[in-house]
């Protein structure tokens, strides 16, 4: 798996890395999200959604588990499993359906269900180096 390192100060970093990853995302393609509560997941799934060509407000499902955005050139299932406290849970909402379907599926706190992600998946780690400032975010992608 190779891994490509980016950098990025501010919101608006963090959205344009993401939204040249949503530009080259290709349907059945799951990406696995992590990073400490307050590095951005949100702010880069806003990015990569406008990769996309999405131009609906995208928030997170952190309730709902997933929001689905179908006004793109494909569709986005983005899920949040924070909550998740059982696999089982995630059949309920029918994750097969969109992890192998057609569409993107972008998950935030993948860790929380492993044995659910398939082994080709995108892995895209966020964290932060407050000693470089308080914006500062280092943002890994292994594909």
């Known amino acids: 798996m190779a891994t490509k390192k ?3 100060e501010s919101p608006a970093d963090t959205m344009a890395v993401a939204c040249e990853l949503g530009k080259k995302a290709t349907g ?3 990406y696995c999200l992590s990073g400490d509560l307050g590095t951005g997941k ?4 806003k990015g990569f959604a406008k990769g996309l060509g ?8 952190t ?6 955005y179908e006004d793109g050139r494909l569709p986005l299932y983005h899920f949040d499993v924070y909550r998740i406290d059982d696999v089982t849970e995630m059949e309920e909402i029918g994750y097969r359906d969109c992890f192998y379907g057609d569409g993107v599926s972008l ?3 993948a860790e929380n269900i492993e044995e659910l992600i398939p ?3 995108v892995r895209i ?3 932060k180096d407050l000693s470089k400032g308080f914006d500062h975010r280092i943002i890994e992608v292994s594909e």
Do not use: D, R
Not at 54 to 61: A, C, D, G, L, N
Not at 63 to 68: A, G, K, V
């Open 6 to 8: 980016y950098i990025s």
């Open 28 to 30: 059945g393609t799951v």
């Open 42 to 45: 949100t702010v880069f799934t």
């Open 54 to 61: 999405i131009t609906e407000p995208v928030v997170s499902p």
């Open 63 to 68: 309730f709902t588990i997933l929001q689905i």
């Open 107 to 109: 998950v935030e706190w």
């Open 119 to 121: 082994p080709e998946a």
């Open 125 to 127: 780690k966020i964290s």
